[in-house]
């Protein structure tokens, strides 16, 4: 089904309304959607690479909205949903062990996590369940989705459709050296700072 369920999404770049598609995609998939916005920008950016970086923008528009979205999800309904899955899987001291986690390095957590091939949706649902400050959620939100789709674009925009192939099938490697080299330019830049 998750299969068939690609296949469509990577169909719809051809669409006439393929911005709409995607940033109706990338709204839900911050929140439910199991497949990522990258199968629709991937394929619309090659095609149209003149248009990238708006394929970009409006891709992380919706992904952010739809992060706060997920962050209402876990905030509002944690405590009639979220805290009763928890206690079904027994996860309650794990749970108020990642809260604490949370507190102190919530902004890494969501940068991270909105930047890799983890689901984003674990994250904004967690996000509003731990409180964590909405606004520190948007500029992680917005600074990570925005680095992972315009580079994306970014490469497509310069490179055409043959690194379309290349980031298909090596997604999760270009994702990790790329939040090597963000993490290491944040390193870098407060050692030089400091």
């Known amino acids: 089904m998750i299969r068939k369920l690609y296949d469509w999404v990577v169909s719809l770049a051809e669409d006439p309304r393929a911005l709409y598609w995607l940033a109706m995609i990338s709204f839900a998939e911050s929140s439910f959607f199991p497949i990522p916005p990258d199968a629709l920008l991937v394929p619309m950016a090659a095609l149209q690479p003149q248009r990238a970086y ?28 979220g805290r009763s899955i928890i206690g079904f899987y027994g996860l309650e001291a794990a ?5 604490a986690q949370f507190a102190e390095y919530g902004f890494w957590i969501v940068a991270i996590a909105g930047f890799t091939p983890i689901p984003y949706k674990l994250i904004t649902i967690a996000s509003g369940a731990a409180g964590y400050d909405l606004i520190m959620f948007g500029i992680a939100s917005l600074g990570s989705r925005g680095a992972r789709f315009f580079l994306e674009a970014a490469l497509l925009k310069y490179f055409g459709p043959p690194i379309r192939a290349w980031i298909e099938k090596r997604l999760e490697l270009v994702t990790i050296v790329s939040m090597v080299l963000l993490i290491g330019g944040f390193v870098v830049f407060r050692w030089l700072a400091g």
Request: negative net charge.
């Open 54 to 81: 708006l394929i970009a923008a409006v891709c992380t528009a919706a992904s952010v909205l739809g992060g706060f979205f997920g962050y209402a999800i876990g905030y509002f309904l944690y405590e009639s949903i």
């Open 95 to 99: 749970y108020d062990n990642f809260q």
